[in-house]
């Protein structure tokens, strides 16, 4: 049995919450010091999460050696490393399929399974394969394993179907030390890919990137040791922001780059939210019931897909009827149920959630079916009645570090039980 999560809820959150590194850039900026031969990364900021360990474990069975401390990540790359990904660790996670670019550029081989990751929907990584084909890669699956190979990619032009945030990052690296110039467009320009182009460069790659959806790689022979810092965590700022809109709170998230979470900030505006932003500091004020808005998750800097189910809460309280289109992953409202159980009223028609704003939600038992869900449900029972269970609390540990400590530390009530511990009292008492 696993630990859950115990939130007592209906407390006003108050204070101020500093935000980690990005998950989603630490981990491709890892990736690139496959890259390296006999040479260190160095990475500042890196936060300590479930997906980071993942990713160095990976990287450890490849051959590379890898020490992390207080958010220092230093990895040091052998002259010769293994081709061949570990089924187990891959499968973990989908980003994993980071290494394949890398790989493939470093060795002209890489044998890696198909990942797993979040229960989104069908996650495909066709793009990412397609654009290695058209770099020179031959490429096989082999009972669910991805066979590639490569004597010496080729610069040449691919254009991404869907700005697709792995390919854009795969491609980018495989085009390392390709022959000649690589040209990608369509390309994603979430602030993660230029925090990637930022790592790279420090390494010696020529990466010509102007936020345009183009970038342009010149293939280099070497790569020198380096350092990079990772960026702030937008998704995990948004959430304490977000944590802060639904339970009527004033919660400042500070470290952030205000800019990269725009279409939030945009969005709570038009709700009727009051909040003040500074440079590198947002807060959220008290600012009585939201009304209801209508929005749509897109590539950035579009509205994010990895806020959907976070925001959804803020709006579940909120006055009147909202309307949430998720047009990047197939099935992401796996929430969606787990808020109904805890009173909010939501339906889903084809990729759209309908929700109708109530005026409070009650504790209940749910499940954390993915990562952003997790996060969801923990927005949800903090701003409900009563107490709440999460259960299947390994996906939010994925995402976001120390998030009970953070969130206790401005007045929430957490507590994470330990599996043996048995809730049926307060279950109980809540039934009766
Ligand atoms: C990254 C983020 C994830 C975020 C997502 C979208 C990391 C580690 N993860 O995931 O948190 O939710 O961006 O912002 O950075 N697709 C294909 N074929 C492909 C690749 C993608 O069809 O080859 C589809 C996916 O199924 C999905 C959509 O494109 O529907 C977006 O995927 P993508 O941008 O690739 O997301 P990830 O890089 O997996």
Redesign the pocket.
Known sequence: MESKMKIIGGTQLKGKISAQGA??AA??VMAAAILLKGKTLKIERVPNLL?VVTMADLLRSLGAEVRFRDHEMEISTPEEISWETPPDLVRKM??SS?VLGPLLARCGKAVMPLPG?CSI??????????GLTRMGASIELVHGAVHARADGLRGCRIYLD??????T?NLMMAAVFAQGETVLENT?R?P?IFNLVEALRSMGAFIDADGTGVIRIKGVDDLESASATVIPDR?EAATYILAGAATNGEVTVSEVIPNHIDSLLAKLEEAGASMTVKETEVTIHPSGRLKAVSLKTL??PGF???LQPQVMVALCLAEGTSVVQES???SRFLHVSELNKMGAKIDIQSNSAIINGVESLAGADVIATDLRAGAALVLAGLAARDITYIHHLGHIFRGYENMEEKLCAIGADIAILPSEEDSKGDSQALRS
């Open positions: 998950k989603n981990l491709p997906d989908r980003a980071l990751g929907g069908s996650r495909p990584i066709d793009l990412h394969l397609k869907f700005p697709s945030v792995g390919a990052e994603a979430e993660e998704v590539p950035y994010p897909t990895d990047v992953f197939q």
